[in-house]
């Protein structure tokens, strides 16, 4: 697998700040990669010195195997962006709006006519194509933003913040969009986001950015291994729950604490001691309803890295 | 550059603002010009140049076209101007143009160069009809001699315009809201098309005064200390340029010309001699121009693509 991102030790200071303090970042191909952090962790600057349109203060970095600093048109000719703060000519309309990105990729105005008509229909709007954008909703105008990355048929897609301030219903779009644009299109995608259970069902792999640190990187399931650190949580379900029981779950070895909260028990454990609870929980004479291993969600593994 | 030339020159051509400075110049230029008509008409029909004077003569109360010109054009130009980079960035254009593969300086130069155009074509058609409507009312073609110096004058006045357009552009970078570049704009319009000549007088009044009995060299002090001052200011350097330009008797400004003017009879110098008095003030105009143009640019190309 190729590297389409290589960042080493990126710095970037504005007058003294520390917006990005020795990142690394890498991103394969094809990937969908999350960059997770809080507002003003770094996630901007870091996608503005991707593309190359502000500078390092110090680090390397190559994006598609070009330094952008140094060749910031060929990183962008590749790649394709959608801001956060997304904005379009209001006057224009939809269909204008996107000929002009079109042209200033110097496409050819009837292979640009054709372009525009074919990513319009993508997002789905081609029957207000030529409406004024100043009339389009959030949501439209963050898939008009999506059919104006898609124009120059980038190999790698940066979406900053893609889904804040839209509806559900239209943050799940964009989001199949996005997927199915790795899966059709093989593109390679990165977004920043802090809606983290939408970044979840969607990333590879995530980052999490932090004062501008990548603290931690991973898919999901492994950051979850990192917090627990050795501690495995189980939930247990119990038809009859009385202090007997919990007695002994907190004499089985390697359990570290047993909590109860309603009819629910949780137990920390050093290792997996599934198969113990089972018997205990049999041999105290009730019956088992559940009992399963927890799953870190993303949205807690996130605040554990902010708590610390 | 050239999609961003062609959409902003569609832009301007096509904004409310443009097509209102457009007509109110077009009016009052078209008035004044046609009661210059009318007043010369009675006189002197076989007099050289004629057309010409059809800019500097003034009748009916009306101030002469190349004085309407002087005051008024610089609110074209910085009407252009004024919001050329500050809009973007409060539209949030910014990040998606520039994340396109052009080079930052393209989109300036661009942006100038359709600005510069949209006046070049306000200022070239309402010669014309000036002209149009000299050839109704005099009855004659203009002649050769007449045709160049109406061609000079075309290109001073568009440099002189393309100057407040380069100081709007200059403010929109500079400010954030366009409103205080609108407003920092009209300041220095007002400066230097009033205050600047009052203030001219007040300075030569404290150096040189005026007082009854004073000699001839006390005079010309006071006169050339004022010149100096009113140098500073791309108004008088116009007024003086285009002045030499159209009455092609003009040798000059100040005491010595004045004498020599009542000496020496007033024959029509060729158009070269013309614009070698004027040559100074022709390169002074350039010199702002490009002076705005560059600060801008340096400006520019250093300043930080944040969205947020």
């Not at chain 2, 609110?75 to 050329?84: C, E, H, K, R, Y």
């Not at chain 2, 003009?250 to 024959?267: H, M, N």
């Amino acid at each position: 697998m190729s590297l389409v991102v290589e960042a080493k030790g990126l710095k970037k200071y504005y007058d003294g700040v520390k917006a990005v303090d020795g990142l690394d970042l890498e991103i394969g191909e094809g990937e969908i990669y999350g960059l997770l952090g809080p507002n003003g962790a770094g996630k901007t600057t870091t996608i503005l010195i991707l593309l190359g349109l502000t500078e390092p203060t110090a680090g390397e970095v190559k994006v598609l195997g070009y330094n952008p600093a140094r060749e910031p048109l060929k990183v962008k000719r590749l790649t394709g962006y959608l801001p956060e703060n997304l904005g379009f000519y209001d006057d224009l309309s939809a269909r204008e709006n996107l000929l002009y990105t079109a042209y200033l990729n110097r496409i050819p105005e009837r292979e640009a006519k054709k372009r525009v008509a074919e990513v319009l229909e993508i997002v789905g709007l081609s029957d207000v194509a030529e409406r004024r954008v100043g009339a389009f909703s959030r949501g439209m105008r963050q898939r008009l933003g999506i059919a104006d990355v898609l124009l120059k048929d980038p190999k790698f897609v940066i979406l900053d913040e893609p889904t804040s301030g839209i509806d559900p219903e239209g943050a799940q779009q964009i989001l199949e969009m996005i997927v199915r644009l790795r899966e059709e299109k093989g593109m390679t995608i990165m977004l920043s986001s802090h809606l983290l259970h939408q970044v979840q069902r969607i990333c590879d792999r995530v980052g999490i950015i932090h004062q501008g640190k990548l603290v931690a990187q991973g898919s999901v399931g492994e950051l979850g291994a990192v917090v627990e650190e050795g501690q495995h949580l189980f939930e247990v379900r119990a038809s009859r729950v009385d202090e007997a029981l919990l007695d002994t779950l907190r004499g089985i070895e390697g359990v570290t604490s047993v909590e109860v909260e309603g009819d629910l028990i949780r137990v920390k454990a050093t290792e997996d001691v599934r198969p113990r609870i089972a018997r205990a929980v049999i041999e105290s004479g009730a019956e088992l309803v559940e009992l399963k291993g927890h799953t870190y969600t993303l949205e807690e593994i996130y605040l554990r890295y902010f708590q610390e | 550059m050239n999609a961003v030339f062609w959409k902003e020159l569609a832009d301007h051509l096509g904004s409310k603002r443009f097509v209102i400075f457009f007509f109110l110049i077009l009016i009052v230029g078209g008035a004044s010009a046609y009661l210059a008509a009318q007043a010369l008409f009675g006189q002197e029909t076989e007099s050289e140049y004629i057309y010409l004077r059809l800019f500097t003569v003034s009748g009916g109360g009306l101030p002469s076209f190349l004085g309407f010109l002087a005051f008024f054009g610089p609110l074209i130009g910085v009407v252009l101007g004024f919001d050329a980079i500050n809009s973007e960035f409060n539209r949030g254009t910014v990040s998606r143009v520039l994340s396109q593969p052009i080079y930052r300086d393209w989109w300036i130069n661009g942006k100038f160069l359709a600005g510069l155009t949209a006046l070049g074509i306000a200022v070239a058609s309402i010669i014309l009809i000036i002209v149009g409507l000299g050839l109704y009312i005099l009855g004659f073609p203009p002649g050769g001699a007449e045709i160049s110096r109406a061609a000079m004058f075309f290109v001073i006045s568009v440099v002189y315009l393309g100057f407040w357009l380069s100081l709007g552009i200059l403010f929109s970078i500079v400010f954030r809201q366009t409103a205080t570049s609108a407003l920092a704009s009209i300041a220095l319009w007002l400066f230097f098309t009033l205050f600047l000549y009052m203030l001219a007088g007040l300075i030569a009044d404290q150096v040189a005064p005026i007082k009854p009995g004073v000699s001839a060299d006390v005079f010309a002090k006071h006169e050339s200390i004022r010149d100096l001052v009113l140098r500073f200011s791309p108004v008088a350097l116009y007024e003086e340029a285009t002045t030499a330009i159209l009455i092609p008797s003009y040798r000059g400004l100040g005491i010595a010309a004045l004498l020599q003017e009542a000496t020496i009879p007033t024959s029509p110098l060729p158009l070269g001699q013309s614009l070698l008095i004027v040559w100074p003030q022709l390169v002074g105009l350039v010199a702002l121009t490009s002076v705005c143009f560059a600060i801008s640019y340096v400006i520019f190309m250093r300043r930080e693509i944040r969205s947020t």
